[in-house]
Each structure stands twice: as structure tokens, then as C-alpha cells.
């Protein structure tokens, strides 16, 4: 498997030392073997260090639950268990540690940012191209923590509506002198002009690659950069910026379509110690890379990285027989990319240890059970439906949507006959089959709760009735209560 990234492997033990920096100015002890911020952040090397927290504190709060809410609470999932109904019919409780702990993650790791980011500008005395790359790689993080902020928390922010009370933005280090320190949530709209300022900033910083697929798929680049930008315009309704932006990607990198979807997401192993074997691919734009070592525990403190995503104890969450239905007879992703799932106990591919096939639920080799698959962030083929259905919503009915949804069509359908123009009525039509093609090529990679709400299908949630103003989690009743209402809690929750 591929091991986690040397540049992550090396900053555990900052992480905590960063935090505390983050939260005060002037350090009034200094023990023995700690680095100040001065000696932190005025050389490349410790720098780099820094940086590599900021990195592995957006990991740790992007897998798990958080990953998995884009399609649990879909029709994508089947369920058993009360805790992700909970979820599903946003019946959180004040002190819901989901909640809270999505929250405080990502403003931890954008406090982290900030730091860096202010820093190295304040204090920084290295190469002036090397501090900005740095500088780049930070803003590109803390603009991916603030739009997942959004799709959790923003009222409205994914149906269009710019002056919804969005998130507050915060672009300094928490000092930590208390209640001064809390700000108002900015707007929707607002939080969007940042996240497109932190990466139209980033851009001329950051390289194409880092010369090996490792570092290129899970570090920022001005790829990576112009995906996500193209994410953001997307859900803002900004089309034609966000064709403009996936185009930058799909023409101007070296990213390629992986022909073979099981090399993109090879047999996962179940044995112990051996982990997941997903590597990166000319197709992987921005992954997080997780790193076993090998263990025999399932336990984080014995591994420096799960990804905590659970599809294969059936019992309690599977592939649903409506996701299924949507694929067409011989469509790879059906046929090479769900499975038979296992008891929790034995092999993969439904079958036992003494070769006994088992009747149970599907599950999907996207993740595997050990918890030790790099996790796909953003992909090639994301970006080319992106591009797809922005034309589409600016130019109508058009011949490049159509060859841009046959790229990911037909690889999944090598034997079928590539779709034409002629085969769609309108616009709509084309936009409804691109989305439906987004459905069965993203599955499980957190994509289908946003766009089901972006494009006005939130009938089409694993709730349909969910009221309009439940589509967002609440903001934690603590951070409402301790900023003396400062911060206002969403219209769907009163505690």
C-alpha cells in the first residue's frame, strides 16, 4: 500500500506545539527541545514541518463521518443503524459530538493556516519563491476547510442564496484572549468570494507536480487548485467561470482518465497487516493519503492514518438496490466496483475463508474494510462532468457536454454506443443524465447529498421531507452560547 507522505510522517508531534503557537502571540516558556515560531517559521525545513500539520489536520477531519454524510444521508446507502438515521433525519442533539467535532476540526486546521500563513510573511527570512509556495499550499487547505464549512453548515449556501448566513471568516490566528474573539458569520456569498481569493491567489505558487505521483496527488498544485476553484463556481451557480476553470484542468495538466477501473480501485485485502492497496493514479488530482504501517490493530493510535469509512459491514450500511438500479446491465462500475459484502470476519468478494460464498449485502471496493485505502478528493473525471454540465447550463444543448460525459460513459461501458447529441430533447435532458452519470461514477467519494441539493432534487435525499432549513447541521450550541449569540445559530434548530 502507499504509505502516507513523508512530509506528514514527520509532523505528529508538531501539530500540538502549532496549536499552541496559533493561540498566543508570545510564548512565556520555552521549554528545553520546543521550537518558537521564529525558529518555526524563518527557515524552509521547519516551515515545511508546519505546513505538513496543516496537511495532516485536514486529513484527520475530512475521512470518516464527515466523508461518509455525502451518502449515507442519499439513496446511494442502505442503513440499520439509529445513529445514521439520527443524521439522515437531522435530529441532532445540542451537544451532538458530530456536530461539534466537524466544527472545531476545521477551524482548527484553518487556525493552523492562518498561522502559517501570517507568519511566514511576518517573520519568514527563506526563499522568497519557497515562502510562497508554502504560503499557496496553506490558502489552497484553508479554502477547501471553508467550503466544506459551507455544505455543512451555511443556511442556503447550496441553493443559491448569497446573503444566507454562511460561516465566520476567520483569516487570523486565534490569539486567545476569549470572547473579543469571536466574529459574526459572514454571508454565503462572502464565504465564497474568500474561498475563490485564497485559490486564484495560490495558483501562480504552486507547481504543476512534485515529480512523483505521491507527492502531486496529495499535496496542493495549480491543478488541484483549478479543480477545486471549478467545485466552488459550480455550487455558487457561476458556470461559465467554473467550465473556464475545470478546462485548465482537463487541457492544461497531465492528468489522464486511468483506463482500468480496478487499478483506480484495486481488490482491498482484509487480512490483517495488510492493508489497502490503492495507489495514486494519473487520474487522482487531490487525495489524502493514509498510512497503516502494517498493523495489526485497527486502533488510530497504533497507525498514522485511518480514513474511518465504513461500506462493508453490511449489516449496518450497504450498497442500495436503488443505486444499483440506476447502472445499466454491463456498466464496469457495477459489475467491477460493488460486490458481495462479508460478515465482518472473513475474505472479500463475498466469500468465506473456506471458500463458501456468502448471501449477504453489497458493499463497494471503493473502501474496504481495514479502514487503509487512500481517499479519492478530487478526481479527473469530476472535473470533466464539471466542465460537462457548466456548458451545458450556459450553452444549452451542445456537442463538447455530450464528448465530455462519453469520456467517463464509455470507459464504464467500453461495449456500448457512445451517446449523441441527438439522443437528448433539450438541455435539461442532457444536465439530468450528466448528474445521473455524476451519481454512478462518484458514488461513495462524497458528492451526492451537494448535488442533489445544489440542483433542487432534496426530494431525493434518504429523507425527502426534510424541511428546507434542515439541509445544514446545526452550528454547535456552544460556540452560540459562548460568544454571547454573537454567532447565530441556523433557522432549522432552537435549543
Known amino acids: 500500500m502507499v504509505k502516507i507522505n513523508k512530509v506528514f510522517g514527520r509532523v505528529l508531534s508538531l501539530v500540538s506545539m502549532l496549536m499552541v503557537m496559533a493561540?498566543?502571540?508570545q510564548l512565556e516558556i520555552e521549554p528545553e527541545g520546543i521550537l518558537t515560531e521564529d525558529q518555526v517559521f524563518n527557515s524552509a525545513g521547519t516551515t515545511e514541518l508546519a505546513l505538513g500539520a496543516v496537511y495532516y489536520s485536514y486529513m484527520t477531519n475530512s475521512v470518516g463521518s464527515a466523508y461518509m454524510y455525502g451518502d449515507v444521508t442519499t439513496h446511494n446507502v442502505e442503513v440499520s443503524g439509529l445513529t445514521d438515521f439520527t443524521v439522515i433525519n437531522a435530529e441532532f442533539a445540542e451537544d451532538d459530538a458530530f456536530v461539534s467535532g466537524v466544527w472545531s476540526g476545521l477551524y482548527a486546521t484553518i487556525n493552523l493556516a492562518n498561522n502559517l500563513i501570517n507568519k511566514v510573511q511576518e517573520i519568514g527570512?527563506?526563499?522568497?519563491?519557497?515562502?510562497?509556495?508554502?504560503?499557496?499550499?496553506?490558502?489552497?487547505?484553508?479554502a477547501n476547510c471553508?467550503?466544506?464549512l459551507l455544505k455543512f453548515y451555511g443556511d442556503d449556501a447550496l441553493t443559491g442564496e448569497m446573503n444566507g448566513m454562511g460561516v465566520p471568516i476567520q483569516l487570523d490566528e486565534y490569539d486567545g484572549t476569549g470572547i473579543g474573539e469571536f466574529i459574526p458569520r459572514n454571508t454565503n456569498g462572502e464565504v465564497y468570494d474568500q474561498i475563490i481569493l485564497d485559490l486564484t491567489e495560490s495558483i501562480p505558487h504552486l507547481p504543476s507536480s512534485y515529480g512523483d505521483l505521491?507527492?502531486?496527488a496529495s499535496r496542493a498544485t495549480s491543478g488541484s487548485a483549478y479543480a477545486l476553484l471549478a467545485r466552488?463556481?459550480?455550487?455558487?451557480?457561476a458556470y461559465e467561470s467554473a467550465a473556464e476553470s475545470a478546462n485548465q484542468v482537463i487541457i492544461g495538466m497531465n492528468y489522464e482518465l486511468e483506463a482500468d477501473l480496478r487499478t483506480l480501485f484495486p481488490t482491498t485485502p482484509i487480512s490483517a497487516g495488510n492493508g489497502g492497496d490503492r495507489s495514486f493514479t494519473s487520474e487522482d488530482i487531490f487525495n489524502l493519503p493514509i498510512g497503516a504501517n502494517n498493523s495489526l490493530s485497527f486502533a488510530t493510535s497504533t497507525n498514522q492514518g485511518k480514513n474511518n469509512i465504513f461500506y462493508d459491514f453490511t449489516n449496518s450500511r450497504w450498497v442500495s438496490t436503488d443505486l444499483i438500479g440506476s447502472f445499466g446491465i454491463l456498466d464496469n462500475r457495477k459489475q467491477q466496483l460493488i460486490v458481495e459484502g462479508w460478515t465482518g470476519n472473513t475474505l472479500d468478494e463475498g466469500f468465506d475463508e473456506f471458500g463458501n460464498q456468502l448471501t449477504t449485502n453489497l458493499m463497494t471496493y471503493k473502501f474496504g474494510p481495514r479502514s487503509e485505502e487512500n481517499v479519492p478528493n478530487i478526481r479527473l473525471a469530476e472535473v470533466i462532468l464539471t466542465r460537462a454540465e457548466a456548458l451545458a447550463r450556459v450553452n444549452g444543448l451542445n456537442q463538447e457536454s455530450v464528448d465530455l460525459l462519453n469520456q467517463t460513459y464509455q470507459r464504464a461501458n467500453p461495449l456500448e454506443i457512445p451517446m449523441e447529441l441527438a439522443d437528448f430533447s433539450n438541455?435539461?435532458?442532457?444536465?439530468?443524465?450528466?448528474?445521473l452519470e455524476r451519481r454512478m461514477e462518484l458514488m461513495f467519494e462524497n458528492h451526492e447529498r451537494y448535488d442533489l441539493i445544489r440542483t433542487g432534487r432534496k426530494d431525493q435525499l434518504a429523507n425527502p421531507d426534510l424541511p428546507d432549513n434542515k439541509l445544514v447541521m446545526p452550528i454547535p450550541q456552544l460556540e452560540v452560547d459562548?460568544?454571547?449569540?454573537?454567532?447565530?445559530q441556523n433557522s432549522g434548530y432552537s435549543y
Open 23 to 25: 493561540c498566543s502571540d
Open 125 to 142: 527570512t527563506y526563499e522568497e519563491e519557497i515562502e510562497n509556495q508554502h504560503i499557496a499550499e496553506a490558502k489552497f487547505l484553508r
Open 146 to 148: 471553508y467550503f466544506n
Open 214 to 216: 505521491l507527492s502531486t
Open 232 to 237: 466552488a463556481y459550480l455550487y455558487a451557480r
Open 427 to 435: 438541455a435539461d435532458a442532457l444536465i439530468n443524465r450528466i448528474l
Open 482 to 488: 459562548l460568544s454571547r449569540g454573537i454567532i447565530q
